[in-house]
């Protein structure tokens, strides 16, 4: 009951804040990696990046993983086959 915070604790405290208010200005796209780059800038000495995970987990602030979109280029078929086994492509119902 007695026990005051360390430096330390209260230089974790200053450092998750400022997670946070990042976190909310990018919308939670900022892992880890990112999130350390931004503090080191905004604290302007190195701060380590298991420092950084450590207090994101134990903030509770995760974030967004984005999927890549598939990249596909439409093209004109280079040949096509001539009907050679006389199929018919069309039906006159569905298949049951």
Do not use: W
Request: overall charge positive; aromatic content about 8%; some cysteine.
């Amino acid at each position: 009951m007695k026990h005051e915070p360390s430096a330390r604790e209260i230089e974790n405290r200053q450092i998750l804040e400022e997670l946070r208010s990042v976190h909310l200005e990018v919308k939670g796209i900022y892992g880890y990696r990112r999130m350390g780059m931004n503090l080191r800038r905004r604290f302007d000495r190195h701060i380590n990046h298991k420092r950084v995970y450590r207090l994101m987990e134990a903030g509770g602030l995760r974030c967004v993983i984005r999927r890549r979109k598939k990249k596909y280029v439409y093209s004109t078929p280079q040949q096509t086959a001539e009907n050679l086994l006389n199929r018919e492509f069309r039906a006159d119902r569905p298949n049951d």
